[in-house]
Nanobody
Framework: QVQLVESGGGLVQPGGSLRLSCAAS????????MGWYRQAPGKEREVVAR???????TYADAVKGRFTISRDNAKNMVYLQMNSLKPEDTAVYYC???????????????WGQGTQVTVSS
């Protein structure tokens, strides 16, 4: 049973920082793409950042230069360091991963439960 478990959300003031963590657990053979998505009130879910297994990254224009995605392949974890936070960053943030179950030959998409990030003074 493969699961993604997130942590690190909370309430911060504008200009502050948060670090989100996501751990993949269960019967895992390999993990391909990992990433973070977010959904603000009244809006659709959108990609924030993605990272490939070899470490290359992409970011949404709105967060480029402020957020940093990273991963630890030995621990099956992905992180999102969020700096210089703005009120418009307020959203539920979801962890994403493409995972092949133990000794499988196909990747399946998994989502975390979501963690609330609120930026307000």
């Amino acid at each position: 049973q493969v699961q993604l478990v997130e942590s690190g959300g909370g309430l911060v003031q504008p200009g502050g920082s948060l670090r989100l963590s996501c751990a993949a657990s269960g019967s895992i053979f390999s993990i391909n793409v990992m990433g973070w998505y977010r959904q603000a009130p009244g809006k659709e879910r959108e990609v924030v950042a993605r990272i490939l297994s070899k470490g290359s990254t992409t970011y949404a224009d709105a967060v480029k230069g402020r957020f940093t995605i990273s991963r630890d392949n030995a621990k099956n974890m992905v992180y999102l360091q969020m700096n210089s936070l703005k009120p418009e960053d307020t959203a539920v943030y979801y962890c994403y991963a493409e995972i092949a179950p133990s000794h499988g030959n196909a990747y399946y998409i998994y989502w975390g439960q979501g963690t609330q990030v609120t930026v307000s003074s």
